[in-house]
């Protein structure tokens, strides 16, 4: 099963929060108790997000985190890089060398042009996206023959 770990989940939520007050500054403590997560959580999740440059910290008396752009240019594939690392569903479709029988695998150029089609489709959805009610989001499916290679 492919599933994106808890702290990518909870960033998500975090991030679409603040898209409603992009300028709004929010402390972790806040975030935390408003969401009902770990304060530590929230600040380690609030801190890779601001060290990818999601998110920009102000420090002092009356500061936090804010957006540091508009949500419209924030794709699910940067949050999901910010909290994860590279998207790859199998070693080889982002590393060469990680694989034992990488050099005789006959799968691998398929792994990698699957894993180039989710990584394409993560790139098309934004926070802004996530922001709206799901009724309001179009929902596209994308024939085979588009993600480069792969056929029926």
């Keep these: 099963m492919l599933r994106i770990g808890k702290l990518t989940d909870y960033g998500v939520l975090l991030l679409t ?23 530590a959580t929230v600040a380690k999740v609030l801190k890779l997000l601001s060290k990818a ?11 936090g985190y804010r957006l540091c752009c508009g949500a419209e240019d924030v794709k699910v594939s940067d949050i999901i890089a ?7 569903l199998t070693e080889c ?23 180039n089609a989710v990584h394409s489709a993560l790139d098309k959805v934004t926070l802004a ?24």
Excluded: F
């Design 129 to 152: 996206d996530l922001c709206r009610p799901a009724k309001d989001i179009e929902t596209t499916v994308i024939p085979l023959e588009a993600v480069g290679g792969l056929s029926r």
């Design 82 to 88: 910010a909290l994860e690392g590279p998207i790859a």
């Design 17 to 39: 929060d603040m898209a409603a007050a992009p300028a709004q500054l929010r402390s972790a403590t806040e975030l935390a108790e408003k969401h009902h997560l770990g304060g």
């Design 53 to 63: 440059g999601l998110l920009e910290t102000v420090r002092g008396s009356g500061g």
């Design 93 to 115: 479709s982002v590393h060469d060398g990680n694989c034992s029988i990488e050099s005789d695998c006959g799968v691998r150029t398929h792994w990698q042009v699957i894993n």
